[in-house]
């Protein structure tokens, strides 16, 4: 239900060249990228390079390492893909003149080598520091095809001048895309990106505009990395941007302060008349994948530019009728807005840009005819008349379809009985009382998301306000009802703005989520403009970050105005806006509608596979290889390894249907459902019923924390106090019960630790919050998290554990200056720091003094962090053991959790600085006791 989305696993390793550009054909097109499918092979009997640039030699230049990455070979002439040899093939490198297994090396997967997924690619990454030697080969035949990654290690260098290679002022294309390559450092076109790397930062404004915006890592900016701009590797290397108006663009260094500016002119057609007329041709034939591309009609002339995509009309003829494409249940074709789902075995179509905008499709197995027009008036919706542009697509029968029979059909239960064969019910809601338990379902009101009056409508531009008011949220003959009623009401947050209806949205947030198992709900829904029925699932916490960086799963959405379509869908990726989506959609048989009768809406979950059911027929599966999460990179089944709760509602308008409004014959709507039940597998078992099971309130004196030693909560019986250690100032912002807003100043005890008590609190109590801190490099918000009081579990705090680093000796490397001794690390105080001198292998020594038993290291950094480092412990200053090896340091706070280990030394060892200076630390915690 929440929105703002798009798609892409996140890249392990870039292939600009290919994304939405594979193959450039004789006839102007292009080809869109995606993996062929073909029958299942399970043997290897033949590998070739996919391209020149994937093998058998890649050769990069990094500071110490460098990450490469290739396409997968081309398996048996092509006729298999990844997928269908992925259990013969394996990795060996090259150790001593031998052969040796991947695994049985210093590669780690997921660490310095892995998968990558990329619209419909898949292949190989890995980090290295030497020149590495690479067999990939068959099991059982032995087949082999070797690589050699090139390593040129070079030293690193900091900024005094650039010199344009390209522009400095550059036009966009009529997609507004446009770049350069980067500027030539230090004036010597020897020195290479990589070797400045570190110390180059880049901004962006409007030509307009006196204000520059960093976009490194600042998605709130609206500049989404590998979305809106990237880079690119072809010729040296550079920046891509994908603008909607004339901008300016500063590389700057970081240390010296030297910077270069370009202009990127971008500038929107003036049309005289809005005809249509080819791009450059009408007929056009499916390659062997059955892939065809199609540029859009130039208007007046000229190419359709962003802001004219949502005027085209596209129509297909079916049995000479020409009907809507985006219509599936008509068409039979299901628009893909991410590229060709091999998962899927329907045919596909969606946009492409490379230069100019167009459309593909694929597999076209057989010959079609379809036509694009566009409004005489130049507007969305207006009269189209004559203007079309005709084309005929020539199919290939060979075009490979993938085969998705294994998919197969599942059982499901009646209405009376829920027993499934292989599967144990664990929880259901049948509906059958005579009112909503709210000791299991809880009611979402209002229509903003919060206080900020522009997230009316819920984010999505919905019309609707929620409710808990009987008539919108029902039971009758053992159903739920969930209705939509015209009902115009104000709220506080904008007293001018009206959310014009009125309806329900019940959730289980409070008392039960799952992870991992089968979900079905058995529903019947209203038609009509505007109206979004939504049976679906957020997660429990955002562990992850929030959304939909720790995911969202649609188990069914529809749009009223299409009563023979459903569709489901996953959300995730990074946080808003740079969140993803995988989506798709299940047709009715002919003669059935949502609105017609009960349909049971299933969703099976597995650790790294999802699917989905309509009455038990499958339509969409997606894969870990698909989605991803920002806030755990490693991590391949996040975000959907965590628990998740149950949500049923009914919106009206809203960007899921392009903002339709309902007719007034469409309102009242009604939402029916019959069940709610939730399995795992097993061999059946008996019914359940959904009661809570509540954790007893805790009893004053046992006291447990949910936090880390930074901050957090601290309860004891019914009170609650808020802290934040280690801070120059510390805010709370905090809401009860979904009540309005609280921002108050926490109370300080002096020496940088802050607290905030919040007493007298009743089971089931919920409270979100938030801190608002300052930890040494600068103020900073924390994600929202929430505590139910009684629910919410927590460890018992152990009065003996304490940072038993405060105050102890440090031992270093060297220093930065006189003025950052290592005794900062340990002095309590976040207004001093220590930092190391400028070396990538500098380390420092913290002595406990005695033996202590420690479970938890916080590191508190300065701007200049370590992007690899270790931190080792000994019990006599001499021998060390490894604790933590971080790869991919991200800087701020950086807290260490662990079983318990004895240690009377710590050490920090450098490996690699994220700047060209020195390590530099606020404060170091180890928190633990002292042991005899």
């Not at 550009?21 to 043997?43: K, Q, S, W």
């Not at 209705?483 to 947030?509: C, H, M, V, W």
Request: glycine content about 10%; aromatic content about 14%; some cysteine.
């Amino acid at each position: 239900m929440l929105r703002f989305r798009s798609l892409n696993k996140q890249r392990k390793y870039r292939l600009l060249s290919l994304l939405l550009a594979a193959v450039l054909a004789t006839t102007g097109f292009i080809t869109v990228p995606g993996d062929t499918a073909y029958a299942a092979e399970t043997v290897i009997n033949a590998m070739t390079y996919f391209s020149p640039n994937d093998g058998p030699i890649i050769t990069k230049s990094g500071v110490g390492q460098a990450s490469y990455g290739f396409v997968m070979p081309i398996f048996n002439g092509g006729a298999s893909t990844w997928q269908d040899v992925a259990s013969d093939l394996k990795v060996n490198v090259r150790v001593n003149n031998s052969w040796v297994d991947i695994d049985s090396t210093d590669f780690v997967y997921n660490v310095n080598w892995g998968h990558w997924y990329d619209s419909g690619y898949t292949g190989y990454w890995f980090i290295v520091s030497e020149t590495t030697y690479l067999r990939l080969a068959s099991i059982a035949t032995g087949v082999t095809l070797d690589y050699t990654l090139v390593f040129n290690n070079i030293a690193a260098t900091t900024i005094t001048s650039m010199t344009p290679t390209q522009g400095p002022v550059l036009t966009a294309s009529p997609t507004g895309g446009s770049g350069f390559t980067y500027p030539i450092f230090n004036g010597d076109p020897s020195i290479p990106y990589a070797a400045v790397a570190s110390d180059l930062r880049l901004f962006v404004k409007p030509v307009a505009s006196s204000e520059w915006v960093s976009i490194d890592n600042n998605a709130a900016s609206g500049w989404i990395y590998d979305s809106n701009f990237g880079q690119f590797t072809d010729g040296g290397g550079g920046y891509w941007f994908i603008v909607t108006e004339s901008i300016n663009v500063k590389l700057q260094s970081a240390s010296s302060g030297a910077y270069l500016i370009y202009t990127i002119n971008y500038s929107t057609p003036v049309r005289n008349n809005y005809l249509i007329t080819p791009y450059d041709g009408t007929q056009y034939t499916a390659d062997a994948l059955g892939a065809i591309g199609i540029p859009l009609p130039k208007i007046d002339g000229g190419a359709a530019v962003s802001s004219e995509l949502g005027n085209f009309r596209y129509e297909i003829k079916i049995n000479n009728v020409w009907v809507d494409l985006g219509n599936y249940s008509q068409s039979g074709f299901l628009y893909s807005a991410n590229g060709y789902n091999n998962q899927s075995d329907a045919n596909q179509w969606g946009y492409w840009s490379d230069y100019i905008y167009g459309l593909w499709f694929r597999p076209i197995q057989v010959d079609m005819e379809i036509r694009i027009g566009y409004p005489l008036n130049g507007q969305a919706g207006g009269e189209i008349g004559s203007n079309y542009v005709y084309y005929t697509l020539i199919g290939n029968p060979n075009a490979p379809r993938p085969d998705v029979s294994e998919l197969g059909d599942i059982e499901i239960g009646s209405p009376d009985n829920p027993a499934i064969n292989g599967w144990n019910l664990t929880w259901q809601e049948e509906f059958n009382q005579s009112s909503l338990n709210t000791n299991v379902w809880d009611y979402s009101i209002g229509y903003y998301l919060n206080d900020d009056p522009n997230t009316w409508g819920w984010g999505n531009n919905e019309l609707e306000h929620y409710t808990n008011s009987s008539n919108n949220v029902f039971l009758t003959d053992g159903k739920l009802n969930i209705r939509a009623l015209y009902e115009p009401k104000s709220f506080p947050q904008d007293p001018n703005r009206l959310a014009l209806y009125s309806s329900g949205r019940i959730t289980t947030k409070n008392s039960f989520s799952f992870r991992y198992g089968r979900i079905d709900f058995r529903a019947k829904l209203p038609t009509g403009n505007g109206i979004w029925p939504a049976l679906w699932m957020l997660p429990a916490n955002d562990t992850y970050g929030t959304w939909a960086a720790s995911g969202e799963i649609d188990v069914m959405e529809a749009r009223g105005r299409l009563p023979g379509i459903t569709t489901g869908a996953l959300h995730f990726g990074g946080q808003w806006p740079a969140n993803q989506y995988i989506s798709g959609e299940y047709v009715f048989p002919q003669g059935q509608t949502f609105d017609s009768d009960y349909h049971v809406y299933t969703l099976i979950w597995e650790e790294d596979n999802i699917r989905w059911y309509v009455d038990g027929v499958c339509f969409l599966q997606a894969t870990s290889d698909q989605w991803y999460s920002a806030g755990a990179p490693e991590d391949d089944n996040a975000p959907f390894d965590q628990p998740f709760y149950i949500i049923m509602n009914l919106a009206i308008g809203g960007n899921f249907d392009g903002g339709l409004a309902p007719n007034p014959e469409d309102i009242p709507a009604t939402m029916q459902v019959d069940y709610v039940r939730v399995y795992t597998e097993g061999d059946g078992g008996p019914t359940v019923t959904p009661t809570p099971t509540p954790t007893p309130t805790p009893t004053p004196g046992e006291e447990i924390i949910i936090g880390d030693a930074v901050k957090g909560v601290r309860i004891n019986g019914n009170n609650a106090s808020f802290y934040v250690n280690g801070a120059s100032f510390a805010d709370l912002h905090y809401r009860l019960n979904n009540g309005i807003q609280m921002n108050v100043a926490m109370y300080s005890d002096g020496s940088g630790n802050y607290t905030y008590p919040l007493n007298g609190l009743n089971y089931g109590d919920t409270i979100e919050y938030f801190f608002t801190y300052n930890p040494g490099g600068g103020a900073l918000d924390t994600q929202t998290f929430t505590y139910i009081h009684g629910v919410t579990q927590g460890n018992p705090q152990n009065p003996d554990t304490v940072n038993v680093a405060a105050g102890k000796v440090v031992t270093c490397s060297g220093l930065e200056s006189d003025a950052f001794p290592g005794s900062y690390l340990t002095d309590n105080n976040t207004a001093s720091r220590w930092s190391s001198n400028f070396a990538d292998d500098a380390w420092f020594v913290i002595h406990l003094g005695s033996s202590c038993q420690i479970s938890q290291i916080i590191l508190n950094w300065e701007a200049a962090y370590g992007r690899q480092y270790q931190i080792l412990v000994s019990t006599d200053g001499q021998n060390y053991s490894q604790l933590v090896h971080q790869t991919s340091g991200t800087g701020g706070v950086e807290t260490f959790n662990f079983a318990p280990v004895t240690a009377k030394y710590i050490k920090f060892q450098g490996i690699e600085r994220a700047l060209p200076y020195g390590y530099s630390l606020w404060e170091v915690a180890v928190m633990g006791k002292t042991v005899s």
